[in-house]
């Protein structure tokens, strides 16, 4: 190979690692959108340590809320308690439990569990979600993405029946919307399933279409033994 073939195939080379890494960097810039919740000016990228909240100033509430609209105050009741020990200081390994976390008056609900092989501390658990609703909640609430909480207008997520603002990787999929007339609510859904655990981000509007609520959810690497 002559040096002007050698010079080419460098230059070749080089932009394929370059045009390489980009993709590979927006990929994983996408996967991070649906799976950041910005609260304030703190971020939460699922599944975190509670204690990156406890440090950021939220506390565990003795406060229950039961905000989801889809389930009443017996399943809240079981699902305070029945992974627990200790009158639900710690939980058992690989449990899991809900938890209403408080901060300056505001407040929203996590999932926890705890990703150990032996009984531990509440505190020392990992959040895999993420509620929270416009009423309970003073700071601004947006996804990565910039969809907010409070100033959501419909158009920017679906417009002329095309998604507009939440971009996903591949094997994300959307739920049948649906219209809970009990609860006079409307739950719309986008989930991917990955390792057989769940990843979703979850819209909750009022029969006016106003969003009243986000849920953030990442399973990955959850309730296995290693």
């Known amino acids: ?25 927006a990929e994983d810039k996408n996967m991070s959108l649906s799976e950041t919740m910005i609260i304030g000016k703190e971020e939460y990228a699922l599944p975190c340590a509670l204690d990156t909240f406890l440090k950021n100033g939220w506390k565990i509430s003795e406060k ?5 609209p889809l389930h009443n105050k017996d399943w809240y009741e079981v699902r305070y308690t029945l992974s ?5 200081a710690k939980l058992i390994p690989w449990g899991t439990a809900i938890r209403t976390l408080e901060k300056n008056g505001s407040f929203l609900e996590v999932e926890i569990e705890n990703r150990s092989k032996k009984i531990a501390a509440v505190e020392d658990s990992t959040v895999q979600a993420i509620l929270v609703l ?7 609430v947006k996804l990565k993405n910039g969809l907010s909480l409070q100033n959501f207008k419909m158009e920017e997520l679906w417009k002329n029946g095309e998604q507009q603002k939440y971009p996903f990787s591949e094997g994300w999929q959307l739920s049948q919307t649906d219209y809970i007339k009990e609860s006079g609510f409307f739950e719309e859904e986008f989930y991917k399933i990955t390792e057989h655990k769940k ?12 969003l009243l609520g986000l849920e953030l959810r990442n399973e990955v690497d959850g309730n296995k033994l290693r």
């Open 1 to 25: 190979m002559n040096k002007s073939n050698k010079k080419a195939a460098i230059l070749i080379l080089c932009f394929s690692f370059i045009l390489f890494g980009n993709v590979l960097y």
């Open 64 to 68: 229950r809320f039961y905000m989801h």
């Open 84 to 88: 627990c020990k200790e009158n639900g």
């Open 134 to 140: 416009r009423t309970y909640i003073k700071e601004d």
């Open 199 to 210: 990843q979703s981000v979850t819209f909750y509007y009022d029969k006016k279409m106003s």
